[in-house]
């Protein structure tokens, strides 16, 4: 079963997402495969996107959210984030996610999360995959595919385990979900090769690395990114 199918329809059928204790507006976008940029425009949340628990994030939004709003729209109650007891320039947990700490130039070589033979492939046709499964032995060291600052390290997202979410520039995230132990914190910054989690099977029923990439929100093939290995991988 893809990591998908196991999300419950009931969630998503409202189109309005309760966001939950721990969660990250980059995670959300995650969850619906929306670009985060968008998600916050539409949800009139400015940099550096902070969110609390019991906030209502629209993640049905249509193209009526094309150009950033810098302040909460006060048309729709829903949609507004919930009063902030501190000034928006003072530092909380995500205060310090902003475009500044990201590179803005391109991810110029990517790199093998874990050696190990890819035993399932990125496909848009049913079974689903948005990424490749790598197979481990349990404990192995998962490393960051290219440097970049982590947005999401948890496990709020059903089906992905213990999940890490790397925020490389304006247009790449990657994700490496399954893990047995996280070893960054959201907020880090990490260099492209660093240790970031062990390999494990929580969310799934084998020890694997499920490895993802996203450009503009939308999954693609890793393998197209991924240098080639001998063998084919």
Known sequence: MSVD???????????????????????????????????????????????????????????????????????????????????????????????????????????????GQVIGYFSTKKPVNKGIDIAGSLGESVLAAAAGTVVYAGTGLRGYGNLVIIRHNEKFLSAYAHASRILVSENQEVKAGGKIAETGSTGTDKVKLHFEIREDGKPVNPLKYLPARRGGG
Do not use: C, M
Not at 7 to 19: D, N, P, Q, T
């Open 5 to 115: 199918e196991k999300f419950s329809k009931s969630e998503s059928a409202s189109g309005i997402h309760l966001v939950r204790k721990g969660e990250t507006l980059y995670a959300i976008a995650w969850r619906y495969g929306l670009d985060y940029r968008e998600l916050a425009n539409a949800n009139s949340i400015s940099a550096p996107y902070i969110i609390y628990p019991g906030q209502k994030i629209d993640v049905k939004y249509t193209a009526r959210s094309n150009k950033v709003v810098a302040t909460p729209s006060v048309r729709n109650p829903s949609k507004v984030p919930a009063p902030r007891t501190q000034p928006t320039h003072t530092k909380t947990k995500n205060s310090h996610v902003s475009p500044n700490n990201i590179p803005d130039a391109p991810v110029s070589q990517w790199l093998w999360p874990l050696e």
